[in-house]
Structures are given as C-alpha cells and as structure tokens.
C-alpha cells in the first residue's frame, strides 16, 4: 500500500513538472499577472484540500449544507455580475486558493478575493475550466461552471454558482431578497429547503 502511495505521488510530481509551468503560465495570462510557481502554487496538500472542497460542494448539492444557489441563461450575464460585484464590494482582500487542473492533476494556487473575483468570467470557459475556489482553511467556498443545456429542439448555454459559507452567504443576502439566486436552508428537524425568489426570466 505505501509502494503504491510513493509510486503514486512520484507519477504526480512527474507529471507537475512537466505541465505545471505551461498552465501556470496560462492562469497568468487571464489574471494579468505572473503566477510565482515557487511561491504561490501548493502542490503537496492540494489534492486533499480539494477533496475536502468536492465533499462540501456535494453536500450543497445534496441539501445538507447552507448555501447559496444561482443558475442563469448566459444571456442574463448581469445577474452573475451582480452576485461577483456584491461580494467584491463587501469581501476584503481575503486570502484564498483557487483549485486549478493540471491535466488529470489539481493544485491550489495562492490568490486573493479580489483578484478572483474580478475575473471569475474569464477563469470559467464553456464546457471546459470550472472555477474552484475556498477560503484559506476550506470551510467555505464558490464553485461556477458554463456549459451547454441541451432540451429538446434547442440548446442554451447557462452559468450555475454554489456558494457556502456564512461569510459569503451573509453578504448575497441582500441580493436573494431581490430576488436573485436562492439560498439553501438546512435544519434539523426539517431537512432542506430551498427558498425561491422571483425568477430571473420573467
């Protein structure tokens, strides 16, 4: 079991030092800005911490953790700009890692709340790049994916944000009361449920 373990991880760093610098320099390019491997990028632990990241995002998913939840047409882009500008405004400049893949790998990259956040939309791509991100302890995080829904005779691309975290979740509260995104509510005695607002197409 542990010749697999060091094989295993011996095969991973391999495979880092061969792509990392390439997507390391890719993420810099959307950033606007030199991404340090040696002192910004996590390797060794990423792949933990992004496991424990993938458990909290299902757990959302699965109603058993509070959340909040928002799916639009990407013709309604304004909607997720808001829910990015709303956060950007209230949110200091956090430590943060944002989770990126390299090949069938993942590591977390250092980066702060503002420089995510203000390019969260050029991070994500359609059916391609989801955007991974959590607080430095990863109790709480965002999640933010683009992709095509296909339904009978048409198709449409959509964008889908999970966010938790009561330090995120507190400060969407505004924008759920006007009606953008829903929050997810977890209590014990009755479970999950999903308090709608009023929708974003009508």
Not at 29 to 37: A, C, M, N, P
Not at 63 to 78: I, T
Request: include cysteine; aromatic fraction near 8%.
């Amino acid at each position: 079991m542990q010749v697999d373990d060091a094989l295993s991880k011996a095969l991973r760093r391999n495979r880092l030092k061969r792509h990392l610098p390439s997507e390391m320099k890719r993420l810099s390019t959307i950033l606007g800005r030199t991404v340090d491997i040696a002192t910004e990028v996590e390797t060794a632990e990423s792949e933990e911490w992004f496991k424990k990241y993938l458990l909290h995002l299902a757990e959302c998913r699965e109603g058993k953790r509070y959340h909040f939840y928002l799916k639009v047409p990407a013709k309604l882009q304004r909607a997720l700009k808001r829910v990015l500008a709303q956060l950007t405004a209230n949110m200091s400049e956090v430590p943060m890692w944002l989770y990126w893949r390299v090949g069938i790998d993942t590591v977390a990259v250092r980066i702060t709340s503002g420089d995510v956040l203000n390019h969260a939309l050029a991070l994500v791509s359609l059916d391609g790049d989801d955007v991974y991100i959590s607080d430095a302890d990863v109790s709480a995080g965002i999640y933010l994916t683009y992709y095509l829904e296909r339904v009978p005779g048409a198709s449409r691309s959509e964008y889908e944000m999970i966010i938790w975290g009561n330090q995120f979740t507190a400060l969407l509260l505004p924008l759920w009361r006007q009606g953008i995104g829903d929050i997810g509510l977890v209590t014990p005695a009755l479970g999950f449920i999903r308090q709608k607002g009023e929708s974003l197409e009508q």
